[in-house]
């Protein structure tokens, strides 16, 4: 699972690269599932997997759903954080795929709190992170008893970009 798929980047890159059955993606926003959608026609012929999109609010699409894998990257800036952006971000992405409230880490939180229910024991439960808040968000996966085997991942940069943790 996607959640807060955008242009379909990530899914699409696991239904071509990954060895999964079929792969979920989901979005609040109906132009990026769109766009997301003409980006798996582009890529048919070399998925390995199929792509289906759903429309809804972080997990809502996937209730009743059971899941190995969840990854995101969810909105993970603070809405007076906007301003700093370089304008090649801030100009260029919708609002909605950037900010959050609580301080950048609403959709977070929610994903972390609502992954268990989806992920099935050992599911990998993989987010995408502000490296301003990477421990915060670890600290948030360690302290919610689903979860074991906290790791924050540094990116290609050397920067704390990813929190991984498996399901218990």
Do not use: C, K
Request: aromatic share 4%; charged share 25%; net charge negative.
């Amino acid at each position: 699972m996607d959640v807060g798929t955008g242009s379909g980047a990530i899914a699409l890159a696991l239904a071509t690269e990954g060895r999964f059955d079929n792969v979920v993606a989901t979005d609040v926003s109906r132009d990026a599932l769109a766009v997301a959608e003409q980006n798996a026609a582009f890529l048919r012929d070399d998925l390995r997997a199929p792509v289906e999109f759903l429309h809804g609010s972080l997990l809502a699409p996937l209730r009743g759903m059971r899941v190995d894998a969840l990854v995101s990257n969810p909105p993970y800036i603070a809405f007076a954080e906007l301003d700093e952006l370089p304008p090649s971000v801030r100009d260029w992405e919708p609002p909605l795929a950037l900010v959050t409230g609580d301080h950048g880490l609403a959709a977070t939180r929610a994903i972390i709190r609502a992954a268990p229910e989806i992920l099935v024991t050992n599911g990998l439960l993989a987010l995408e992170v502000d490296t301003r808040r990477a421990s915060l968000v670890a600290e948030a996966v360690a302290s919610n008893a689903a979860y074991r085997d906290v790791s924050v991942r540094l990116d290609l940069t050397g920067r704390e970009r990813f929190v991984l943790a498996r399901r218990r």
